[in-house]
């Protein structure tokens, strides 16, 4: 056990300090669509430098990094309060999905337009009826000569509207258990049959949208890991979902806690709250290290079901961080225009997006417990 | 930067892990908590081993390794529930260790340290006064008072107390003029860092103990015609203790690794260690009784001996609660 960085984890660091102190793009323009030119161009900028798809292996177009330099990457753009690139779904989940399943042809296809953010991608799992019960989805995809002709309503799906491709899990066989019947898809947003509409959240936001499909066009080589197999290659993206943001988020976590410290020291803090704030600090830690001890045990492989943890007991501390800091505000938490009564609204969700709570508590207790699994 | 123990280190747990539980299984640990004046048998053999030297200097006789390898070694006797003579001694070795006189521990000798509760004074090379709530006295062949003065434990007045962890015997020791030689030395906060931590591995080690109790239980034992893991109310438990265990597990070796390492952040993280540790210690070990239903209550039952040991060492050196006003004294 080391936990200094090597000399070449240093060097890229501040290889990458330098670089954006010189390219940082500004802060994020105010209104969804300049905010979203804002972060593609971005990514344009990080992708010239050779850094979109950091970890993906070069033959692929990536840098080859190994997954400590992609976390000190996440760690010096949140740092730098740098946005987020416009792909990150493509680049995290999409991507690495494809290059783990995908055929040669869609690799030489699909990754390049990734990294590029030419193509924007979505992912369509949820839906109104199947949330935590994933596998009971009921969007169709029925076989036609050449492809699949889809059916359905899928939910949370960020980014719809932008995206050019969208990861898709549809029944392809209504006959089969249910998680023997699903494929994984990739759709082409952009025709009839697909509509995407913003779904506005508690926050007044509207970073989802609901997606209908209505007799949309899959062609035969949109198919992921072959048909009917699709439940496992969703499960790939999965894991690089829980895998790949967790070293994002705890940054997040890292940086809110200590605009929290400065609220506390600037307002006086109770025992109760300067308790609180200690075992904040300490549970970040923790979060912190798991994110690292997770890269090394991912090492030699996929993401495993610890991600689970890692996740969960984020959702945990990042609840527990704004609810103090809401009420470190007094009678002001009232005003509708705080920023950590934003804050404290958008982390209600994260015990529910990315999978719930009770859910990866359920992965932890099955397959890293070996409980027996739930009626 | 690698987060996995080294070779070495795994060698060192799997060996602990293997002799501790030749050793010390639960009936031999209730023989010598319960037992009047029972042996522990397996000390030569922890002493031959060089265990009680494994974080004090070569040239002082120990094995000079450093506080990870000792974090890694007292995460299994906490684990075995392992008579804790050893952490005494690891106690008393640090502070000796401070003054370059750790050589008083050479060949197998046992160490004790009195803190806390209880005014002593010197005078002309005596000590007069009483500490009490003194772990491992009996036995002991080098008492350390306050980090300041060595006594020999066997020219003081010992009288044993009631322990609620019984696995560990408490005493209230009295000095009457006892002989005590002063003790140099200004690393004393780094030895009270080093036994902090050691008893926050320890403290990892029984709660991943009961949970195993628990998991096993949970799978085995079947109630409307289930095992009772699989209802959520019970496994979504388990899982809970593992994030606490899991998240214990990786402070306290970050803070080894700081003592070692980064002294910059050794003692926040220390404070991190402690106060994450006791509480993961006190909850698991209750939860895993809950777990278990009214077995877990039964004396027969071993995990009563987790139990006890947790919550003792969630009081023994300040709680959670100080660990986490000293973290909120830097941050603040």
């Known amino acids: ?375 | 930067m690698n987060f996995d123990l080294s070779e070495d280190q795994q060698a060192i747990r799997d060996a602990a892990r293997e002799l501790l539980a030749a050793r010390y299984p639960l009936a031999e640990v209730r023989r010598l908590a319960y037992e009047d004046g029972a042996e522990d048998a397996g000390w030569a053999e922890i002493a031959e081993l060089g265990w009680p030297g494994i974080a004090v200097p070569e040239d002082q006789g120990g094995q000079g390794l450093g506080v990870l390898e000792l974090v890694v070694l007292a995460e299994e006797t906490g684990r075995a529930l392992a008579p804790a003579a050893l952490r005494s001694t690891w106690w008393a070795a640090a502070l000796l260790t401070a003054a370059g006189e750790a050589e008083r521990l050479a060949g197998g000798r046992r160490g004790a340290v009195a803190h806390g509760g209880g005014e002593v004074a010197a005078r002309d090379g005596t000590l007069h006064g009483e500490k009490r709530l003194v772990l491992d006295v009996p036995g002991a062949d080098v008492l350390v008072v306050d980090g300041r003065w060595v006594v020999d434990p066997a020219a003081a007045e010992v009288e044993t107390v009631p322990a609620l962890d019984a696995t560990r015997p408490l005493a209230t020791v009295r000095f009457d003029g006892t002989p005590a030689e002063a003790l140099a030395g200004d690393a004393l906060d780094h030895a009270w860092l080093v036994n902090r931590l050691a008893c926050a591995a320890e403290s990892v080690g029984v709660a991943q103990r009961a949970l195993d109790m628990a998991v096993t239980h949970a799978k085995e034992r079947r109630q409307f015609d289930r095992p009772v893991g699989s209802f959520q109310a019970v496994s979504h438990r388990c899982a809970q203790m593992l994030l606490e265990v899991e998240g214990a597990r990786t402070v306290v070796q970050w803070a080894g690794w700081a003592l070692d390492h980064a002294p910059e952040e050794a003692e926040l993280a220390t404070h991190a260690a402690h106060a994450y540790a006791s509480d993961c210690g006190v909850r698991v070990t209750q939860s895993a009784l809950q777990v278990l239903g009214g077995l877990g209550f039964t004396w027969e039952h071993d995990l009563h001996l987790f139990l006890k040991r947790a919550r003792a060492n969630a009081h023994a050196l300040g709680s959670a609660a100080d660990a986490r006003e000293r973290i909120a004294d830097r941050l603040l």
């Open chain 1, 1 to 375: 056990m080391d936990l200094s960085p090597s000399p070449s984890e240093t060097a890229f660091r501040e290889e990458l300090r330098a670089w954006l102190a010189e390219h940082h793009p500004g802060p994020t323009p105010p209104g969804e669509a300049a905010g979203f030119e804002h972060r593609r161009n971005w990514q344009r900028t990080v992708h010239a430098r050779g850094w979109a798809g950091l970890t993906w292996p070069q033959e692929y177009g990536g840098a080859g990094a190994s997954l400590v330099e992609q976390a000190i990457f996440s760690e010096e753009l949140a740092r730098a309060r740098a946005p987020q690139l416009a792909n990150v779904l493509g680049l995290t989940m999409g991507g690495p999905t494809v290059i783990a399943h995908g055929t040669e042809a869609q690799k030489a296809r699909f990754l390049a337009p990734i990294l590029s953010a030419d193509e924007i991608w979505c992912q369509g799992f949820s839906e109104p009826g199947a949330g935590s019960d994933l596998a009971a989805l009921r969007t169709r995809a029925v076989r036609e000569d050449g492809g699949y002709r889809v059916s359905g309503q899928k939910v949370w799906t960020t980014y719809a509207h932008n995206a050019k491709w969208c990861m898709l899990l549809a029944r392809t066989n209504p006959d089969a258990p249910k998680h023997r019947g699903l494929t994984y898809f990739l759709l082409d947003m952009e025709q009839d049959g697909v509509e995407a509409r913003p779904l506005r959240q508690i926050t007044g936001e509207a970073e989802f949208n609901e997606l209908f499909l209505d007799g949309a066009w899959i062609p035969d080589d949109g198919v992921v890991g072959g048909v009917d197999r699709g439940w496992s290659v969703a499960i790939t993206t999965l894991m690089h979902e829980r895998a790949g943001l967790a070293f994002t988020l705890q940054v997040d976590v890292q940086i809110a806690l200590r605009q929290l410290i400065d609220r506390a020291r600037e307002q006086g803090a109770d025992p109760l709250v300067r308790d609180r704030l200690a075992q904040l600090w300490i549970e970040a830690q923790v979060l912190r290290l798991t994110a690292y001890r997770g890269l090394t045990r991912m090492r030699d492989g996929a993401p495993g079901p610890e991600g689970s943890l890692g996740k969960w007991h984020w959702a945990e501390v990042n609840q527990a961080l704004t609810e103090l800091a809401i009420e470190l505000g007094g009678p002001a938490a009232q005003l509708g225009d705080d920023l950590w009564a934003h804050r404290w609204l958008r982390a209600r969700a994260n015990s529910i997006e990315g999978g719930t709570t009770e859910i990866l508590k359920n992965i932890v207790a099955e397959r890293v417990l070996g409980l027996p699994r739930a009626p």
